[in-house]
């Protein structure tokens, strides 16, 4: 064995033993602090034998997390992962009781409730310990690095080496806008993202513009697989099967990322040597986590559960997110009762199962996903695609300028440090490209400001009964069904939502200002000459309400028209930005309708709510107060930061539209480095380059 071998194998060592004389201390304190924690006997013992009493316990304790928590966690990843959550504390102080038995003579005992303090405050001890001294030995940190790096490779059959061209980690803080991020930098409440920004060899910002739907089902699928083609909304009702598709349902997320592929015939942005964390679809990686799409899938492709494995596994992420996960709650019930006591207004209910929501976003989703790139980096992975929904799901309750929202944001920044020191001592240098898929605009809800939803606008339009007391609209967001996979519950059915009384009343669907009003009983595409029939106050009392925008709907004589207030009627084929009903809502909206109008799913009327130039506001129709899904705003204006040795996103002068261009943008700055891999057939199956033979050719 060389010196370099004795001297890892020394430092390797010392670092044992420092974590355990740590723990050994840790464990003598707590036995003197705790009354029902005791580690002598009865007649009591000397002090040299009460520390030894606690090495042997503090030495059974570490042995058992490292060799036995992992087997526990993998055999109970078939538990929902919040009930995993509270089981930590329990798991962990059944693993000390354990310890305990193992003193000899008897001599440690503790009662249930005081094991599961004294495992919490250990296990949080020993990995602080451990890190700070893997912080302090570079040395140390890399050849944990190396020796992840060099399995993947073996799995690979790929070469050894550290040579090789830069890695890409692409992170998407989901629904953070152009201009929140630009003042959350400004303001110094994200440092990172304003370090970066103020390097000259750092990093690049600009805006792009979304589609006319402006929200994570659309742009996502865009950017990871070039094609958002027949996307309306974040839910849309197509009438040949009867059924709602949802972004953030697994059956409809994995429907819509075949319908995706099998366009562009091309695998995704990830396909090869790529990796999906947290996201709504695969973008064709072949490592995955948390990623919704795969969720509706048995056997293998359910691997994306593995993410909770991977970070649960070691006992002090679990404990530490366990308590991180407590905090958050009571930090929520906190912030809605002062905002109620404060009367703030626009305000929604913010009760029930939402702080565990919350909660969920903002600490285990985040500290999951992190730990998940952070592995993807650490293993040298060619392109790591995350998102981290945190902001978007707080914002949408709490309102995108609010200072709940921007506490989170300042959390996400120190995500991004995290990921940026680490990528300090990778196997491969890393570019990290942040981005975000929408934005979102404040603004009261359409119940709250008009004391009617959409639905009963509709319903009162078509002569139907309408309830005197305005029911709220079921807000849906990724969180919320995450939680609800992650519970092993089937998300909530938008056709049951609706409970139409007769088959041929309609389908009112909300996607936060865009609704999407559909006829059953008018087979394809309604027009607008067969609703004047069927039902004349619809169109006028939508067109003209104070609320709504504009509206979209078929012609026969005229083709597809825009009508507005005031019995405004423009073509689509004529729309001008800045003109008519439009006029309002910037440049771009023109041709974000004109597109969604060739869609086959498109609704038989789409309604975009109002938009208020001055304050920016719009109406969402479902219970939110930052809200995105139409035009009109901050929610059209997404952010795009990249390294500036990449090349720029567009030419000066031009203007980034849509996912799919970005998309495209994206998978050329892949190819922006000696020797990537690009696929040349694109693999079959939706779930990435491990299910399919693909043929990949070297650039460069």
Known sequence: MSDGRWRTAGNALMRVIVVWAVSTLTMLALAGILPDFQLQSDNGDSITKIAFTAAWGAGAFGLLSALVWPVLVRALLIVPALVLGMLVFFLNGSLLLLALRLIPDGRGAANPETAVVVAAVMSAVASATSTALAVRDDNAYRRRLSRLADRRRRRSGADSGRSGPPGTVFIQLDGVGHDVLVRAAGSGLMPTVAQWLADEDGHRLTFWRTDWSSQTGASQLGILHGSNHDVPAFRWYEKETGDVMVSSRPASALEIQRRAIARTHDGGLLTVDGASRGNLFSGGADQLALVLSMAARLGKGRRSRSGYFAYFSDPANAVRTALSFVAEVCREIGQSTRARIRKDTPRIKRGG????????????????????????????????????????????????????????????????????????????????????????SPGETFAGAYGLTLRDLVRAGCGLPVPRRAQRTRSGSEARDAVRIALHRRPVEEGEAEHRAKPSDPVVLASGNLGLISFPDIEGRASREQLDRSRPALLGTLANHPGIGFLLVRSERHGSVVLGRGGIEVPVSELKDGQGPLASFGPGAAAAVRRT??????????????????TGQVHAFEEQIGSHGGLGGEQSRPFLLWPAQLSAPVADGTELVGAEQVHGVLRRWLRECPGPQIPLAAPGAVGGADEADGTVQAVG
Do not use: C, W
């Open 597 to 614: 109008d060739t869609f086959p799913h498109v609704a038989d009327i789409m309604v975009n709510s109002m938009y208020d130039e001055g």
């Open 353 to 440: 199962f939402y702080p565990f929501i919350r909660a969920f976003a903002t600490v285990v989703e985040r500290d999951v996903v992190v730990a998940a790139v952070m592995g993807d980096m650490f293993a040298g992975r060619t392109a790591v695609y995350a998102d981290l929904v945190a902001y978007d799901e707080v914002a949408h309750h709490s309102g995108p300028h609010s200072r709940d929202a921007e506490k989170v944001l300042a959390r996400l920044d120190r995500s991004l440090a995290l990921i940026e020191k680490v990528a300090e001592h990778t196997p491969r240098t890393y570019r990290i490209v942040l981005l975000s898929d929408h934005g979102q």
